[in-house]
């Protein structure tokens, strides 16, 4: 996938990808963390209908506060990619399609969301049709159509505009390479989509796609009118379908949503409108935060916190249920801009990180973030866990003065003494700042020059966005997490020359060879793909180097004891927040 980003909080590195895929039970593929199950697998129910079915013991009520101590750089549909605002956004968007989880272990399954089906393809794989749902307004009771599809995503091209949006429609779309959205002249007219009737959508490709019905569950696909686009501006008032709508959004700081009373339940298989509303509080201090939500003192027993518990706080939780656990199909990286840094240096970075030392200071459990040496997590079919000699994801690295020295006197002899390396960090979050000590006196000590810029927390995320951003070391993605079960949702998108113009690149690579082994993979069945990406996986470390392994995460965030139902979605490992309610509504 590309892809959604999210922020590896307790690291305070950002992630790039949301996961999209489908996390089965345990199948022994386990990299030794206790939240990490098997291997992904696909499951789908093109015949879901709504309502969702109830969730045991639910009242209605009251408002959730979540407490967060990132701040989403974005909540408009086209622009969304990030973990975090992928979750929230599902409370107020609705695509045309969606994952249901089932069962105790939330097994999650695409079902049809606005659409009324998974799609359907034509022989040669170059046309998709979905029908879609009748009867959906947004929440001032205007009717959506079937164009405002078609707007939406004719709008996802304007990557000038929308820089941290999914681009999968670039690659795949017909023309997908040309077209530049609909604010250009003659941007009206993009024979990549079409509405043939007021209930049909026809997605036309440049290629073979068959992934796209997961695709298709992204924001991006949430209708937008045309009439009301504002572009930048749209996160403010936007267009909604689903439960919850946006009461007031100060960007940055604070989201609440309050009911939607033209939200459909009979309509919609996956969510419910349990609560009166969510009040989303960003940039809140970590340790501050989560700790109100384990005392859970008045108003802070419906409170909750979606970043994984600092392990500092491990000893202030008394009640074991006020932790939610489970998977999550993401990868965690420090990434190097390989245009910048050449490939011995980056070698030499490898040797002198602190893994062990950034770990402690990064407030990592162990047991919910186990180190790792590859790039592909467990969760992903065809995963293979291999070690490359001082790529395990631990060690002293500068530490030990001994390394110190040997890399310094390595620098000497390649001629790169004082070898510049930049990077940009929050001043205003205690572990970013910890962590930015703790880089620096490792690399300097090392014999490298160190040019850190702080930032205010707001600010983080697009500034490590900008692929050509002044600094050359932690650039996002700074990890990943599957769009969906699947390695083409992680090498062609990562890695490949052009992922630097669609804004995605893991490490700047630009290498013709690489493109061509990734193409050539890419180019195989699904089941011939799962014995080659990890063979792709070891290449991409042992020639390029573009990043280092540091750990495979998953879920473990507080909850408050008044909030029922808190579960954790694996396709994203982030709370569900459309399922839970107040086990005392005020």
Not at 22 to 29: K, L, M, Q, T
Request: charged fraction near 25%; include cysteine.
């Amino acid at each position: 996938m590309q892809w959604k980003r999210i922020t590896a909080v307790a690291a305070t590195v950002m992630l790039a990808a949301v996961a999209c895929g489908s996390p089965s039970s345990n199948s022994g593929n386990n990299s030794g963390g206790s939240n990490l199950g098997g291997a992904q697998e696909k499951a789908t129910d093109p015949t879901a209908k709504g309502p969702a079915p109830d969730v045991d013991g639910a009242k209605k009520g009251g408002t959730i506060t979540v407490l967060s101590d990132v701040t989403p750089s974005t909540f408009d549909s086209t622009d969304t990619y990030y973990v975090d605002g992928n979750q929230i956004e599902k409370l107020f968007f609705r695509s045309l399609t969606q994952y249901r989880l089932d069962g105790d272990k939330h097994k999650p399954v695409l079902v049809p969301d606005l659409a009324e089906d998974l799609g359907t393809k034509s022989d040669d794989g170059l046309t998709w049709t979905f029908k879609l749902k009748q009867g959906i307004k947004y929440q001032d009771g205007t009717p959506v159509k079937a164009e405002d599809y078609a707007y939406a995503i004719k709008r996802s091209f304007a990557t000038d505009l929308f820089t941290d949006g999914p681009t999968y429609q670039k690659t795949f779309f017909l023309d997908g390479d040309k077209y530049k959205g609909p604010y250009v002249a003659g941007g009206d007219n993009y024979k990549g989509v079409e509405t043939p009737d007021d209930h049909t959508l026809v997605i036309h490709l440049a290629k073979k796609f068959d992934d796209l019905p997961y695709y298709a569950a992204f924001p991006m696909f949430a209708p937008i009118p045309k009439a009301k686009d504002t572009q930048k501006n749209y996160e403010l008032k936007p267009m909604v379908t689903g439960p919850y709508q946006v009461a007031s959004n100060v960007v940055g700081t604070e989201l609440k949503l309050t009911k939607n009373p033209n939200w459909d339940p009979n309509t919609d298989p996956v969510r419910h409108q349990y609560v009166d509303g969510f009040d989303f509080k960003f940039g809140q201090d970590l340790i501050k935060a989560q700790r109100q939500v384990l005392a859970s003192s008045g108003p802070d027993a419906s409170a909750l916190s979606y970043s994984n518990l600092d392990v500092s706080l491990l000893p202030e939780v008394k009640d074991q249920s006020q932790l939610v656990k489970g998977e999550s199909p993401c990868s965690i990286m420090y990434t190097m801009d390989t245009r910048k840094i050449p490939l011995e240096v980056r070698k030499l970075i490898a040797k002198a990180y602190p893994y062990d030392a950034w770990r402690k200071v990064a407030g990592l459990n162990p047991n919910d973030d186990p180190p790792s040496s590859t790039i592909l997590p467990p969760a992903v079919p065809g995963f293979q866990k291999y070690e490359l000699p001082g790529l395990t994801g631990t060690g002293k690295g500068a530490e030990d003065d001994a390394v110190a020295a040997e890399v310094k006197s390595d620098l000497a002899k390649l001629g790169k003494s004082n070898f510049e390396l930049s990077w940009y960090y929050s001043i205003d979050d205690k572990i970013s700042t910890q962590v930015n000590q703790l880089r620096t006196q490792m690399f300097t000590k090392a014999g490298f020059k160190v040019r850190a810029v702080g930032l205010p927390k707001a600010k983080i995320r697009a500034a490590n966005g900008d692929q050509n951003a002044p600094v050359n070391i932690g650039k996002t993605p700074a990890g990943w997490c599957s769009d969906w079960p699947s390695g083409t949702s992680w090498f062609p998108v990562l890695f490949k020359s052009d992922a630097i113009a669609l804004g995605n690149s893991v490490g700047q690579l630009q290498d013709k060879a690489l493109d061509a082994e990734i193409d050539a993979v890419t180019a195989k069945t699904p089941d011939e793909q799962l014995k080659e990406w990890s063979k792709v996986d070891k290449d991409i470390l042992e020639k390029y180097l573009p990043v280092l392994p540091l750990y495979w995460s998953s879920s473990n965030f507080p909850v408050g004891t008044n909030i029922g139902h808190a579960i954790n979605d694996p396709t994203q490992g982030m709370p569900e927040f459309t399922s839970m309610f107040l086990k005392q509504p005020s």
